[in-house]
């Protein structure tokens, strides 16, 4: 059971570019997200999706798209990474239901922006 | 929307000894999760402790404990017996128990403990 997997796990963009994060879970979670952390920042949400087809913004949305058209993957596309996009990049998912149940972490993408 | 506030960037414990990492957070609804999570030097995001708002017994997992104070809007951390593995950022986080969109965290900004062998 590999839980939540992130790739890459380490990027170095220049500005301007576009790169996509993906994201695979096989735990059939319905509930999937992406968080941004920044220094002395925390980590604040970038997109949410509950299920496929259905995706939403969160606080930070902006210069970032994402899909779900399966339950496993929910990818993060940057279309024009700028320096202020440097960032780690954590993607979770969590069962619908109880909300106490806790949001499975993938182990992180550092993204770097030249 | 919901805030949470870590007032403490950083502290440092004795190894063996028991530090309080604190957390407030502002909502106003009445039915809530709370978390701690560790986040050590690996990246990894662990899971520490949960508590249920509508729980008025706290939460503790071994070593690690919690003080909730519901009407103070209080989720301290107590981490006793610390040992060298637990130095890490913690974060505090917050969860809507409302339909919807009630599966999002809200992050505070994090608290790096320093454990002192």
């Known amino acids: 059971n590999a839980g939540v997997t992130q790739t890459p796990k380490f990027q170095v963009l220049k500005t301007g570019q576009s790169m996509t994060l993906q994201c695979a879970q096989d735990?059939?979670?319905?509930?999937m997200s992406w968080y941004r952390q920044d220094p002395g920042m925390g980590l604040r949400l970038i997109h949410y999706?509950?299920?496929?087809?259905?995706?939403d913004q969160g606080e930070v949305p902006n210069g970032y798209n994402v899909s779900r058209s399966t339950t496993e993957d929910f990818p993060l596309r940057l279309l024009s990474a700028a320096p202020s996009q440097t960032s780690v990049y954590f993607c979770?998912?969590?069962?619908?239901?109880?909300?106490?149940?806790?949001?499975?972490f993938g182990d992180g993408t550092r993204l770097s922006i030249l | 929307a919901q805030t949470v506030t870590q007032s403490q960037p950083e502290m440092s414990v004795q190894e063996a000894e028991t530090v309080t990492l604190s957390c407030t957070y502002d909502?106003?609804?009445?039915?809530?999760?709370l978390f701690w999570y560790k986040q050590p030097p690996s990246r990894q995001m662990i899971l520490v402790i949960r508590?249920?708002?509508?729980?008025?017994q706290n939460a503790t997992e071994n070593r690690f404990s919690v003080n909730f104070q519901k009407a103070a809007k209080s989720f301290s951390l107590k981490i006793s017996d610390s040992q060298l593995g637990d130095a890490a950022m913690y974060f505090c986080?917050?969860?809507?128990?409302?339909?919807?969109?009630?599966?999002?965290?809200?992050f505070g900004k994090g608290t790096l403990l320093t454990v002192n062998p």
């Open positions: 735990m059939n979670h319905e509930y």
């Open positions: 999706s509950v299920g496929a087809g259905i995706t």
């Open positions: 909502t106003s609804e009445s039915d809530y999760y």
């Open positions: 986080a917050y969860r809507s128990a409302r339909g919807g969109s009630n599966y999002k965290l809200t």
């Open positions: 979770a998912s969590s069962k619908q239901g109880a909300g106490n149940q806790p949001q499975h």
């Open positions: 508590q249920e708002a509508y729980k008025q």
